[in-house]
């Protein structure tokens, strides 16, 4: 018989936050990310408790949690934007990509919807083959014909045209 999911936090609540705070390298400015990461633990464990057979092992199945939401946290710590002391007073095309060729974007939207779609997942947003046929609902082999065409497509019609990153 299992115990009771609060004397389960009880037991091992010191080890999940000794795991979490191993892996996100605390001390150091992630306190709060370790805390972070052991609640969540505990909300997955809460969640998926029932169903974990009486003969687990508790401990083991908790530190395993708690290390792949540890990495989580540290994850989406890296995606979070990073403060600084002044802000610019212009905008920036930094990081923006086709930024220095606008026209080519305009003639992009003139495609049909499948080359547009397929063009504007490969060069702009770097995703495979393979991810835009799921997106589209076709095959690979039909995604990449659908990008070449809308580059000779382009080409021919736009011969000022030019898609970074697409092969010459």
């Known amino acids: 018989m299992k115990q009771p999911f609060e004397a389960v936090v009880a037991q091992h609540g010191v080890t ?27 909300l997955a464990a809460m969640r998926a408790y029932p169903e974990l057979p009486d003969t687990a092992n508790v401990e083991a199945w ?11 946290v540290h994850r989406a710590a890296k995606r979070n934007p990073l403060p600084v002391e002044t802000l610019p007073e ?5 990081g923006i990509p086709g930024a220095n060729d606008t026209d080519v974007w305009e003639f992009v939207g003139r495609l049909p919807d499948k080359q547009r ?3 504007t997942f490969r ?19 039909a995604a990449r014909r ?8 382009l080409r ?11 092969p010459s």
Request: aromatic share 6%.
């Open 16 to 42: 999940v936050l000794r795991v979490c705070r191993t892996v996100l390298g605390v001390p150091g400015p992630g306190v709060h990310d370790a805390e972070d990461a052991w609640s969540e633990t505990f």
């Open 90 to 94: 212009t905008p920036t095309a930094l």
């Open 62 to 72: 908790l530190v395993t949690i708690a290390r792949r939401k540890a990495i989580d």
């Open 117 to 119: 779609q397929a063009i």
């Open 123 to 141: 060069y702009l947003a770097g995703m495979s083959y393979a991810e835009i046929a799921g997106i589209l609902g076709g095959t690979v082999d």
């Open 146 to 153: 659908a990008s070449a065409d809308g580059l000779k497509k």
């Open 156 to 166: 021919k019609n736009y011969p000022g045209a030019h898609v970074q990153g697409a």
